[in-house]
């Protein structure tokens, strides 16, 4: 069995057919996850007794997998204001919310970011959501998850950037919308197909889209004021 197919079984074992389903439009996506999970993971190594990780967008769980499969010293906080999306996770994770490893919150995240103290937290993670966020909201959200940061404390993001080659960028998605259209009609999945498209012109909209030199330079600003660390491995 490859790495790959272990965390399939081990996926699609806790998190069902959606997992299934997002694995077949956007297998990036869910290998996405597991980097994540990965990249707490490697810290988790170098770090000493439990630690905080808050995550934002949790949505049905994948990502949150991942995290608590890497390492056994997280305490994590989930947090996501879609209902529809964190009750799915609260019933595939709900092994770990019994054991106390997983907390979840309903909040917004710049709301639930704001209620965390200072300093208090050794890693934020995320994949998938800063993306869907307003460009000044996503600001807001970034200097407050390195105000949460404890000194030394990590920010790992997997998520969907805009290449800064435009037309690259463009053919990336010409691609995309193809693979869509042919694994959901294939499985006469058309009602998934329309929300998938209908969201991409959100994700590639002017207010939405994370150019990558920008997004990084917003990091980088925000870091310059602040001691703390993050990860930047494009897919
Ligand atoms: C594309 S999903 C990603 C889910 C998960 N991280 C994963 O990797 O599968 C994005 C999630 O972010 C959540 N979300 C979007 N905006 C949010 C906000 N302002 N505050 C909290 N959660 C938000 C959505 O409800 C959704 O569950």
């Known amino acids: 069995m490859t790495d790959t197919s272990k965390y399939d079984a081990l996926f699609s074992g806790v998190i069902g057919q ?29 770090a000493n007794g439990n630690l905080t990780v808050v995550e934002l967008g949790g949505g049905t769980g994948i990502t949150t997998l991942a995290l608590l499969t890497a390492s056994d010293s997280f305490n994590i906080l989930s947090i996501d204001n879609e209902p529809v999306m964190q009750d799915q996770a609260k019933k595939h994770l709900h092994k770990w919310a019994q054991e106390g490893k997983l907390a979840f919150c309903d909040d917004d995240a710049l709301t639930a970011l704001k209620n965390l103290p200072t300093d208090s937290v050794d890693i934020v993670a995320s994949a998938y959501t800063l993306h869907n966020f307003l ?14 940061l404890k000194p030394g404390g990590q920010f790992i993001n997997g998520d969907r950037y805009g290449l800064d080659d ?33 969201h991409l ?3 590639e909209s002017e207010n939405h889209v994370m150019r990558e030199s920008v997004a990084l330079k917003q990091l980088r600003e925000t870091l310059a004021t602040d001691w703390k660390s993050m990860r930047w491995s494009p897919l």
Request: hydrophobic residues 40%; proline residues 1%; charged residues 25%.
């Open 201 to 203: 012109f959100s994700d």
């Open 18 to 46: 959606d997992y299934e389903l997002l694995n077949l439009i956007c297998p990036l996506s869910t290998q996405m996850s597991q980097r994540v999970g990965a990249s707490a993971g490697e810290y988790a190594m170098q």
């Open 135 to 148: 460009d000044t909201y996503r600001k807001e959200v970034i200097n407050e998850i390195f105000r949460i």
């Open 166 to 198: 435009i037309s690259e960028h463009t053919r990336i998605i010409q691609e995309e919308v193809s693979r869509y259209f042919k694994v959901l009609i294939h499985i006469n999945k058309l009602d998934v197909l329309e929300h998938w498209i209908v």
